[in-house]
């Protein structure tokens, strides 16, 4: 029974049972149970351009998500990420086979941003990017830094996205997924598709999918 | 007698033994047997203004060290951290009450750059985080990088400085250790004392200590 609804969760998350894309999914609350220590998982982290094309089950992705930019102190609205001036400048899209969709941290679930597959702008130059299920998009909206001068957010909003790439780098080497930090996207069409303001900068990619399993 | 070490270790780290800080500093190699999984350490991930006087112990400096920026693959050289097309950008300072250090990865050994307490330059407009015993310090040489105008340069810079970052967060939170990103520091002074060349830029530092333990 537990494997049917893996099953279907899977199909429901990469698009194939359903022709429209849900509205939003809700997430499952982050199971810090899992995976193995930080110090084992440093010594772990790499960096892949080799793909599984399988969706992710919904627990990962929820986990996946809540360990990029999630709320860890609910009382406080703060972030696993921090940020400078605590000003959560960073916004996490999730590009899935079936929808872009957005995470909302503080109910903890994707919003629908657009409907389709736009993988391959995020991939960009390097179409084999493409192929990984779930693609985690880095988008600062530098309007929410109170201070400084346009030079000076903009290198805290990469500063900010490198952090939250960081967190998906060790959560998948804490549970053997393939990542890779990439600034390599197709910007321009991205942010049509996402309706991005002038002051929202698309900064960086991490796809992410299981560990492709080869036969050598 | 472990004690005695340790309090002896942590005596010569802090400068009180010696007049002359050590030229360099062997660290002992990473113990990847420590500490909590990564969901966990990302649920307790937190930013402190509060700092522990008490130097860290070898060990501990040690596991910083590689923590954040370490060599984590010796058959490539690849590190800990991503960087920007693997140019390892980022070198690290570590600044003690006995000087100033620079991480020497492939050695995995601590070199003396300035010798002096500086750590009231690397605190800058926020004179108490200089009371933490170490601050680590995130300097890029952006002509390593062999690709982009600078710019893109100096946006990859942050980026990386972010993700290094984040490796010292995340084993700080699996430690029960104080931490926090900061960008604010004299970075006029520090240039002079650390000789740096037009290209490096100082980014960002993390002092680090141990919980301070409060009587409330």
Chains 1, 2 share one sequence.
């Not at 193995?36 to 089950?57: E, F, H, N, P, Y």
């Not at 084999?128 to 909206?141: G, H, K, N, T, W």
């Not at 201070?147 to 080497?173: M, Y």
């Amino acid at each position: 029974m537990k494997k049917l609804i893996i099953c279907l969760e899977l199909l429901f998350l990469t698009g194939m049972l359903s022709a429209q894309a849900p509205k939003f999914i809700r997430l499952l609350p982050p199971n810090t149970d899992r995976g193995i220590s930080v110090m084992k998982a440093l010594s772990l982290r790499s960096s892949t351009t080799d793909w599984d094309t399988a969706g992710l089950i919904l627990q990962d992705l929820s986990d996946l998500a809540w360990s990029a930019n999630g709320m860890n102190r609910r009382e406080t609205g703060k972030r696993t990420a921090p940020s400078a001036l605590n000003a959560q400048d960073i916004d996490l899209y999730i590009l899935l086979k079936s929808g872009i969709y957005i995470y909302d941290a503080a109910e903890h679930l994707l919003n629908l941003v657009a409907e389709g597959d736009f993988r391959d702008l995020a991939a960009g130059s390097q179409p084999e990017a493409a192929q990984a299920p779930v693609i985690c998009l880095m988008v600062s909206d530098i309007s929410r830094f109170n201070a400084g001068e346009e030079d000076q957010r903009l290198e805290w909003a990469a500063i900010d996205a490198g952090t939250v790439s960081q967190n998906i780098a060790l959560f998948c080497a804490s549970e053997g997924f393939a990542t890779r930090p990439r600034v390599t996207m197709d910007k321009g069409n991205l942010r049509k598709i996402l309706k991005l303001k002038d002051s929202q900068y698309l900064i960086l990619n991490n796809p992410v999918s299981y560990n492709k399993v080869t036969d050598n």
